[in-house]
């Protein structure tokens, strides 16, 4: 697809703003393909590209976090008020927003700082987040080989030393960073979809070697502030790969008809789920 006037060039940028990487409707990003598949729809997809969705709370505390913790990202503003329904309060915190801040109340403000002091206290995340050996916020563009769309990733951390082995730190917050939990979140979520797409990403622009890997680095948002990094198995990164690319020629395909389809103009039969069957089938067949 061709990229609109003003659009980023291909390659990697290290000073592009989120904003401006976002601005590019032109480009596929891993969330976009996500949202195309089920158990959403492009129809979805595309709702939510001509109309984005105002912040969130837990939208707030994410990029909060990765503020405090990768050092970039929007302005965390104190609004040191337990309560904020008065006029001049919301007013307040109106013009913060529409100048890019996060407007935060003290116990979430202690809450952030208390996370980042957390994760640099974890050897392994620390390690991984290493300012003296990465840089934050790297956005990159480049060309899909099968069907010449734009795609785009926007890494929360890119390594500085490219030669080898590289190990892509991609941070996430949560309520529970268990093994089970994660486990049920990367389904929900799609994050291995998320990592094979940046690990496409980091072969297209010829960082590291052929075996490039992203591990998540996910922290609870209630004390004390745990920590799991996750990596995600070959197979189920495979299975991410086929998925990816179902999305991006679905994404190329309903570019070009100007077609973006809901669940379906015939009747879908919709099986119980597996162990809604198992349990019954035992007692009723």
């Known amino acids: 697809m061709t990229a609109a006037a003003g659009a980023p060039a291909l390659g990697l940028h290290t000073d592009l703003s989120n904003d401006a990487y976002h601005a590019d409707k032109t480009s596929l990003s891993s969330s976009g393909a996500r949202k195309l598949l089920p158990p959403s729809c492009p129809a979805k997809f595309r709702h939510e ?30 609004v040191d008020h337990d309560l904020w329904n008065t006029d001049a309060i919301r007013s307040e915190v109106a013009a913060i927003r529409d100048a890019g801040g996060i407007p935060l109340k003290r116990h979430e403000l202690d809450m952030i700082k208390a996370m980042g002091e957390a994760l640099r206290a974890n050897p392994l995340a620390a390690a991984l987040l290493d300012p003296a050996h990465g840089a934050p916020e790297q956005s990159g563009f480049w060309l899909d080989g ?54 496409d990403a980091a072969r297209a622009f010829g960082l590291g070697g052929e075996d490039a890997e992203l591990l998540l680095i996910a922290q609870e948002k209630k004390p004390p502030y745990l920590i799991n990094v996750v990596g995600i198995p070959f197979e189920d990164r495979l299975i991410a790969r086929n998925k990816n690319r179902r999305a991006i020629e679905l994404w190329a395909e309903c570019t070009e008809t100007g077609v973006w389809p809901g669940y379906g103009d015939e009747p879908n039969y919709v099986s119980l789920p597996a162990w809604s069957a198992i349990r019954d089938k035992e007692t009723y067949l």
């Open 49 to 78: 590209q001509d109309h984005p969705q105002p912040a969130t709370k837990t939208f707030d505390y994410g990029n909060a976090a990765h503020k405090e913790v990768l050092g970039n990202g929007p302005e965390l503003v104190l």
């Open 146 to 199: 099968p069907t010449g769309i734009r795609r785009r990733v926007r890494f929360d951390w890119l390594p500085s030393i490219h030669a080898g082995r590289l190990i892509i730190p991609d941070f996430k917050t949560c309520e529970d960073a268990s093994d089970d939990a994660m486990a049920r979140s990367i389904a929900k979520y799609g994050y291995h979809m998320q990592a094979d797409w940046y690990e």
